[in-house]
């Protein structure tokens, strides 16, 4: 069975980092893109960031130059390191694996989703 864990998320003030990891276990996901979703209270889930089998990155302009995803196939795990957080930011922030081919921000691509992680970010 596959499963996808996040951690890393918590409470940050506005212009704080965080960290979130994404260990999936049941199938190695080296040959397929991984990504990270965000959902804000009254709004649908959106696009965050995604990186491709071979180590590409992809981003929302919203993350830009704040937000850095990475992966280590060796531990099967996506990580997704946050600086410089904004209160818009806050959001339940979900792991998806298994995108065989691009476009990589557009969810239905995902095979894989983890249950989600909390972030929220104070002013």
């Known amino acids: 069975q596959v499963q996808l864990v996040e951690s890393g998320g918590g409470l940050v003030q506005a212009g704080g980092s965080l960290g979130l990891s994404c260990a999936a276990s049941?199938?190695?996901?080296?040959?397929?893109?991984m990504g990270w979703f965000r959902q804000a209270p009254g709004k649908e889930r959106e696009f965050v960031a995604a990186i491709s089998r071979s180590g590409n990155p992809y981003y929302a302009n919203s993350v830009k130059d704040r937000f850095t995803i990475s992966r280590d196939n060796t531990k099967n795990t996506v990580y997704l390191q946050m600086n410089s957080l904004e209160t818009e930011d806050t959001a339940v922030y979900f792991c998806a694996a298994g995108a065989l081919s691009g476009p990589y921000d557009y969810e239905r691509k995902y095979i894989y989703w983890g249950q989600g992680t909390q972030v929220t970010v104070s002013s």
């Open positions: 049941g199938r190695t996901f080296r040959t397929a893109a």
